[in-house]
């Protein structure tokens, strides 16, 4: 019997290394310790006011949502992160250093969800900085921005249409400011403004800060209407830096010194949509739609 003992070894040990080879190729590149992850990704704001109640808020729907999930922040835009640094000690990781946490500390099951309103410039940088990564999860899925589907636009008109009926009178105009992109995503603007003019909203428009329909084209028809008073808002996650100071600021070429100069009066509603509890659950659905 001992004489068999060394050949039995020799072929026991080869053979529980082959196993262990095939066991590890056919096992995930990463082990998934702990609860999966969403990664809510926005391109951030440095007015501090508003983030917790845009930014702050969707996540924590999500949390609220999702509470076998872990729901971790990534923003898109390095100057917001790199100024919140510098100015409040703020510790906030871009996308790229969100998915190398992630993949170091071996998450396994991801979902990654925008806060974007399309799928611009911003969303197609983020889905290209995420690509890499894919392989190292065993499973990645992407939310959709606030708008893509005839579900979300209807959603969201109603959401504009519900939180502003206390001005639609006759002598007044709801005017929304969006970014803009000369992407061609810029076309959502075109698609929720005819929305709004189909439910019967004659006199709510829907203008941008960089791209068409220019503030310039809007009092072109505000002309045409016996308009005297524009409500200006946000059409923007966050009622940041653009709403703070192109929309509602003092200088000469913010829309409401153009507005005051075309001799409209001007009341100014500083809400970004991630303030709305139904623009949140919108969010939410989009989280609920990857996970299936």
């Known amino acids: 019997m001992s004489k068999l ?81 510098k100015r409040d000690g703020l510790k906030i990781n871009n996308v790229k250093q969100a998915m190398k946490q992630l993949v170091k500390e071996k998450v396994s099951d991801l979902i990654v969800q925008p806060t974007h309103i399309m799928n611009g410039l911003e969303y197609e940088e983020m889905m290209a900085t995420i690509k890499p990564y894919e392989k190292r999860f065993s499973t990645i899925r992407y939310g959709q921005p606030l708008l893509i589907s005839n579900t979300d636009f209807t959603e969201v008109a109603s959401v504009l249409i519900e939180n502003t009926k206390q001005f639609d009178t006759d002598e007044t ?11 061609e995503a810029n076309e959502v603007y075109f698609r929720l403004d005819r929305l709004l003019k189909d439910r019967g909203s004659d006199r709510y428009f829907i203008g941008t800060v960089e791209g068409e329909p220019s ?31 192109d929309m509602a600021g003092d200088e000469d070429d913010s829309w409401k010194s153009i507005l005051e100069t075309e001799g409209f009066s001007v009341l100014l509603v500083l809400r970004g949509l991630g303030e709305y509890p139904e623009i949140q659950r919108i969010f939410v659905r989009h989280v609920g739609e990857a996970s299936r």
Request: charge should be positive.
């Open 5 to 85: 003992k060394p050949v039995v070894l020799a072929v026991c040990l080869p053979l529980s290394f082959l196993c262990l080879l095939l066991s590890c190729a056919g096992s995930p590149k990463t082990t998934g310790t702990g609860k999966p992850v969403i990664l809510v990704v926005s391109f951030g704001t440095t007015v501090n006011e508003t983030r917790e109640k845009t930014i702050g808020a969707i996540e924590k729907a999500i949390t609220a949502a999702y509470p076998n999930h872990e729901v971790r922040r990534a923003f898109t835009s390095q100057i917001v992160i790199n100024r919140l640094a």
């Open 173 to 183: 105009a709801v005017v929304f400011m969006g970014h803009g992109t000369h992407h």
């Open 215 to 245: 503030i310039e084209e809007i009092i072109e028809e505000l002309g045409h209407l016996g308009v005297k008073r524009v409500v200006l808002l946000p059409l923007m996650i966050v009622a940041g830096d653009h709403a703070v100071n």
